[in-house]
């Protein structure tokens, strides 16, 4: 844990944004978030997720151009879809909605003699997936939020507002969003810590646990790998699913936050606060930060070589990916 505190401490100096809860405020502001949060706006909020949600997969370029000709769909127009009472079971509600399995380029789903009535495959999305994500995310705030997604995260956290709370608040909002389809906790991470630091520093709780949300993609989880930080701390593990569990990379940041004073970096920071730490190692890697530990800079297959880089006299510089090993050929001798 020194090991992981002292590169860390080091990439939170050269790569922390100081500003990043004005920042994110701001942002929120110009989003709308803010007066959609202070006006219960649930249909606003569903239409900023469902922006979020489409950054799913792809490079934010790609998906923000597709969004930019063909646009995303809204509370509203799912609204009106559901009200014309559209025959397929699955859209009776939230836990009917299950296995749709729509396929765009296909046009296909798991009910082809519904497909034909279905409004879910009209909305020009840019996947399949996604149009089951909007579909289960408005059923989701309909049946299970009472279509009150602020009053959902209010009664959420009421009884995980402390301190010493905050895992149990990240879970109690997480848990339920994870059964939505198409949806990861990477992006739920990420849009939750946005809605709740960025618009909802006002309303109790919310900020704290917005600052505890981890988001881990591949640049974070692969600068743990080749600093050590894993191996060191008995956490190594493949990119995915595992950087959430237990013993994974979203616990290693928590703890290693937990052992920093963020407030070093500004005073006005909480102490602890996961999100800064985690999009410090974000922008030290991103090409669009610092771009310093990444895929381009660093051939994986062998130790990393940069001596420029700040960490290198500290960081374990271990391999990502390990070259398979060669077969040794076999010769076999006939007997004649």
Same mark, same amino acid.
């Given at each position: 844990?020194?090991?992981?505190?002292? +590169?860390?401490?080091?990439?939170?100096?050269?790569?922390?944004?100081?500003?990043?809860i004005d920042d994110l405020r701001h942002d929120a $502001?110009?989003?709308?978030?803010?007066?959609?949060?202070?006006?219960?706006?649930?249909?606003? +909020?569903?239409?900023?997720?469902?922006?979020?949600?489409?950054?799913?997969? $792809?490079?934010?370029?790609?998906?923000?151009? =597709?969004?930019? @000709?063909?646009?995303?769909?809204?509370?509203?127009?799912?609204?009106?879809?559901? !009200?014309?009472?559209?025959?397929?079971?699955?859209?009776?509600?939230y836990w009917a909605f299950t296995g749709c399995q729509y396929h765009k380029g296909l046009q296909t789903c798991a009910e082809p003699d519904q497909f034909s009535h279905c409004p879910l495959p009209r909305h020009p999305l840019r996947n399949g997936r996604l149009n089951q994500t909007a579909y289960s995310l408005f059923l989701f705030i309909r049946d299970i939020a009472g279509a009150d997604i602020v009053g959902w995260v209010d009664q959420q956290l009421a009884d995980h507002a402390g301190p010493t709370s905050l895992a149990a608040a990240r879970a109690t909002l997480i848990d339920p969003l994870r059964h939505i389809h198409g949806i990861s906790d990477k992006v739920i991470a990420?849009?939750? !810590?946005?809605?709740?630091?960025?618009?909802?520093?006002? @309303?109790?709780?919310?900020?704290?646990?917005?600052?505890?949300?981890i988001v881990v993609d591949t640049l974070v989880h692969n600068f743990l790998h080749r600093t050590g930080i894993l191996d060191r701390l008995n956490a190594a593990h493949p990119y995915g699913p595992a950087c959430y569990r237990s013993g994974g990379c979203a616990e290693a940041l928590i703890d290693i936050a937990a052992a920093l004073d963020a407030r070093q970096f500004n005073p006005d920071f909480p102490r602890m606060f996961p999100r800064f730490v985690q999009h410090a190692i974000w922008r030290y890697c991103a090409q669009a930060g610092l771009d310093v530990c990444n895929g381009n800079q660093i051939d994986d297959r062998r130790r990393c070589t940069n001596m420029w880089c700040r960490l290198y006299s500290d960081c374990d510089r271990l391999?990502? =990916? !390990?070259?398979?090993k060669k077969r040794r050929k076999t010769v076999i001798l006939s007997d004649a």
């Amino acid at each position: 844990m020194r090991h992981a505190c002292s +590169i860390v401490r080091r990439v939170c100096g050269l790569a922390g944004e100081v500003t990043c809860i004005d920042d994110l405020r701001h942002d929120a $502001i110009d989003a709308g978030l803010v007066a959609a949060l202070e006006g219960n706006d649930t249909p606003a +909020i569903f239409d900023w997720l469902i922006w979020i949600l489409s950054f799913q997969g $792809i490079s934010d370029a790609v998906a923000e151009g =597709y969004m930019d @000709r063909h646009g995303t769909v809204t509370w509203a127009e799912i609204e009106a879809s559901l !009200a014309t009472n559209p025959s397929c079971h699955k859209l009776q509600g939230y836990w009917a909605f299950t296995g749709c399995q729509y396929h765009k380029g296909l046009q296909t789903c798991a009910e082809p003699d519904q497909f034909s009535h279905c409004p879910l495959p009209r909305h020009p999305l840019r996947n399949g997936r996604l149009n089951q994500t909007a579909y289960s995310l408005f059923l989701f705030i309909r049946d299970i939020a009472g279509a009150d997604i602020v009053g959902w995260v209010d009664q959420q956290l009421a009884d995980h507002a402390g301190p010493t709370s905050l895992a149990a608040a990240r879970a109690t909002l997480i848990d339920p969003l994870r059964h939505i389809h198409g949806i990861s906790d990477k992006v739920i991470a990420m849009a939750l !810590a946005t809605l709740l630091m960025g618009a909802g520093a006002t @309303r109790p709780g919310w900020f704290a646990v917005g600052a505890s949300f981890i988001v881990v993609d591949t640049l974070v989880h692969n600068f743990l790998h080749r600093t050590g930080i894993l191996d060191r701390l008995n956490a190594a593990h493949p990119y995915g699913p595992a950087c959430y569990r237990s013993g994974g990379c979203a616990e290693a940041l928590i703890d290693i936050a937990a052992a920093l004073d963020a407030r070093q970096f500004n005073p006005d920071f909480p102490r602890m606060f996961p999100r800064f730490v985690q999009h410090a190692i974000w922008r030290y890697c991103a090409q669009a930060g610092l771009d310093v530990c990444n895929g381009n800079q660093i051939d994986d297959r062998r130790r990393c070589t940069n001596m420029w880089c700040r960490l290198y006299s500290d960081c374990d510089r271990l391999v990502l =990916y !390990a070259e398979p090993k060669k077969r040794r050929k076999t010769v076999i001798l006939s007997d004649a």
